[in-house]
């Protein structure tokens, strides 16, 4: 509540968003790193849903491993009896099958290796002249899990490759021992490859449904960061001008205390008034907050027929008043707005305008919207100036060249600046605010124009407010 253009400093960001700084990394037994530990640094994309593969828990995995074990085993112990001229089965062809298994199982996260040691096996198990059978289950299995694990991009490569070397070593071992005719060549490797395109498929729908459910996710933190910045805006906004107020009176009444009292009194009177609008303006948010279900307005409904009162609450200073018939018909959302504005404006004067007596508000309308020719329409803008007769700081001197611009290096943004722009930035409009042409402050708003009862083509009818209030009113 406390800091303008004209404090000592800038308080920190209220409120940073819970998801600031690195998220972690991908972990599991699926996921790739170069030591093999599954948060080391990858190769390829930083996305979650590009890093991890549907097959994360070592469960499916060893499920997976012992179907294929068993399949390859008693399948190829079934074909063995057909195949007289072939190597009779013994220990190391059971452990050749074997191997493919054991490394779905185990290390399918370190694409390279896995499918190495996989077609290696089987490579050695067909030229050494065992049997032919469905020993090739499991190493289609081992690539499979490959496209299944650790980075996309890097596991389709290792698995298309791997493919293409198994097609070779089938057809050398083929060509140097005889086997089974190129019907049933071609049919395992269109098995095969539909293996793969089922994994790739599986793969990309899991990768969609992570990241819908990661941008899900993102959109609730977004939505709790910005009620959270709404909430505190809104706060600010009622305390610190009606704190304000009762410290200045409070000092009048304390320094009037012991000479007039009916002074005094008149400043415990006020503090009194000021204090009940606070706290009603505090129940108006806090019932906001808490309501439940049905239409209710995201923030206090104001208009610009109850700036006549907020000025009149500046204590010590006096404030002139314009407002032009025609901003009357401004939409209740710009209407919100320009009371806010005003309002944090006039506390900002209390606060930090040192000598000020004086300070004027005005509220109109400027451009037509209508013109002969385009080049020469004017859009219609609501325009809020706030400026102020007080002393310019020593470090930030009268600008005489002032001309509804901003220099950033003369302006140290606040709570109550910062909730300002935030504001009229999500009505589309623009803040400017600096030190004025004959010292002081000035600010002004400028925000595209919307008649009272008109619904914008991207506003909602239902709670007249476009999206972008709807994130952050």
Sequence with gaps: MVGDGRSAGSPGTPWGPPWRGERPGPTGPWSWSHDGSGSGPSDGPTDPAELTGPFDHRRP?????????????????????GQPDAEPLDALALALVLVSPVVLATIPRRHVLAAALSLAATGAYLLLGYPWGPVFVPTVAVLAGVMLAGPAAHGR??????????????????TLRGGPPAVALLGGLAWTTVALLAAGGVRGRVARMTAVRAAR????????????????????????????AINVQAGVGLHLLDR?????????????????ESLDEVRTVLGIVRAEGGEVPRSPAWDLGALPRLVGQVPGVVVGLTVEDAAHDAAPRLAGIVYRVVQESLTNVQRHAAGATRATVEVRVVGTGEASSPRSARPRTLVVT????????????A????????????VT??????????????????????????????VEARLPWEARGAVGPDEDPTTDRTPADQEDP
């Design 413 to 442: 943004e606040g709570y109550g600046l910062r909730g300002m722009r935030e504001r009229v930035t999500d009505a589309g409009g623009t803040l400017t605010a600096g030190p004025g042409p004959r010292g002081g402050f000035l």
């Design 61 to 81: 995995r060893l499920f997976l491993a012992i179907v294929t074990a068993l399949v390859a085993v008693l399948g190829t112990l079934g074909a063995a009896h």
């Design 399 to 410: 600008d005489p060249s002032w001309a509804g611009g901003l220099d950033d290096r003369l």
């Design 217 to 244: 996710r993102e959109h609730e933190l977004n939505a709790v960061t910005a009620e959270r910045l709404r909430i505190a805006r809104e706060l600010h906004d009622v305390l610190a001008h009606s704190l304000s």
């Design 260 to 276: 007039d009292l009916e002074q005094a009194r008149a400043a415990l009177a006020a503090i009194r008034a000021t204090s009940s």
């Design 157 to 174: 490569v290792v698995a298309w490759s791997g493919v293409v070397v198994l097609a070779g070593i089938t057809v050398a071992a083929a």
């Design 386 to 397: 706030v400026s102020d007769d007080g002393a310019a700081p020593a470090d930030r001197p």
